[in-house]
């Protein structure tokens, strides 16, 4: 039996058949790496009574992040869509935001920006920062979930895609969420949303939603930061999408872009052509991904995605 899995934690998989039977699942053997968005492969062990997911079906698109230690670890799988939410609070950090974005190219899987709240104020000073994001062809969709202010925005995104909810912790994710799925109420079953400190519920697992128009949505945990997987980057643009026509004039094929003379990218830099801080992120980014790379041991070769 194929099945998609709607949820991981720990050892534990919920798995949804084609026909939108739901079963409880445990990933046989030790090895496996399961996340949310896979196709598995399930047999049925009459022995335990419990269903194993045996193989995990190749995967379309996979996003990575890194560990401290520089491995990759897997986030989530299939997925074609991902938004990256902020709002004006918790406070937004862009080189985070940067970040996802540089894992998104890498994982050649598109990436909008939402900014969620509209309701509070500092969104017009926020909205100014996103315009270079704009400019660079990330789509920017306002809302508020609070009172499902264009929310049909979203929607009409993930209309027909697979699409995850990134971002940190209280910035709107499963208030999302709970505006474009009719229920939502099933996570609470699973426990996955437990009592934060503030007494608001926090996600601590991801879990995958049914969108009433067709598409699918992840709802992951907050993180307060996030690095792409080093082992995916480019190393000439790490990912930054600009970089890719802008490093074509640089004097030295194998320029990082940071001291070197003849750089056209930070020569872009110091005359607007490039945004001044998506370059200061950019150098954030060359000096986290070769601290990694410092850290990181052999290496370990990831799975290529299919197709
Ligand atoms: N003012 C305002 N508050 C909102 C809006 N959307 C969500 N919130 C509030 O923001 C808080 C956090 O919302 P969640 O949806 O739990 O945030 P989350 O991103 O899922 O957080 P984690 O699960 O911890 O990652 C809650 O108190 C929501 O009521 C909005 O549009 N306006
Ligand atoms: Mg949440
Ligand atoms: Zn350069």
């Known amino acids: 039996m ?8 720990g050892r534990h998989l919920r798995v949804r058949e084609p026909t939108g039977a739901e079963h409880d699942a445990r990933p046989f053997g030790r090895k496996l790496e399961i ?6 492969r399930c047999v049925w062990d009459p022995s335990h009574g419990e269903l194993h997911a045996v193989e995990v079906l190749p995967r379309r698109t996979a996003l ?10 897997i986030v989530v799988a299939n997925i074609t869509l991902l938004a990256v939410v902020i709002a004006p609070r918790p406070v937004p950090d862009l080189f985070v935001v ?11 899987v598109r990436a909008l920006l939402v900014l969620n709240k509209l309701d509070l104020d500092g969104t017009a000073v926020l909205r100014e920062e996103l315009a270079a994001y704009e400019q660079l062809g990330y789509e920017v969709l306002p809302l508020a979930a609070r009172e499902g202010r264009n929310v049909s925005a979203l929607a009409g995104a993930l209309d027909g895609q697979t699409g995850v909810l990134l971002g940190q912790s209280g910035v709107g994710k499963s208030s999302l969420v709970a505006q474009l799925v009719p229920e939502p109420a099933q996570a609470i079953q699973t426990g996955e949303l437990v009592r934060g400190a503030e007494g608001r519920h926090t996600t601590t697992s991801s879990r995958l939603y049914d969108l009433p128009d067709g598409g699918q949505l992840i709802d992951s945990p907050g993180v307060r930061d996030f690095a792409p997987a080093i082992q995916t980057l480019d190393p000439r643009g790490l ?6 026509t802008l490093a074509a004039d640089c004097r030295f094929a194998d320029c990082r872009h940071l001291s070197e003379p003849g750089c056209a990218v930070r020569a872009a830099a110091e005359d607007g052509r490039m945004n001044a801080r998506r370059y200061e992120s950019y150098r954030r980014m060359r000096r986290l991904f070769d601290s990694l790379r410092a850290a990181q041991g052999p290496g370990r ?7």
Request: hydrophobic fraction near 40%; aromatic fraction near 8%; glycine fraction near 10%.
């Open 2 to 9: 194929e099945a998609q899995v709607i949820a991981a934690y």
């Open 35 to 40: 996340v949310c968005g896979d196709g598995v």
């Open 64 to 73: 990575y992040r890194s560990n401290a230690r520089g491995d990759a670890e």
């Open 98 to 108: 940067d970040r996802y974005l540089c894992a998104a190219s890498s994982a050649a």
């Open 239 to 244: 990912g930054f999408i600009e970089l890719d």
């Open 301 to 307: 070769r990831l799975p290529r995605p299919a197709g």
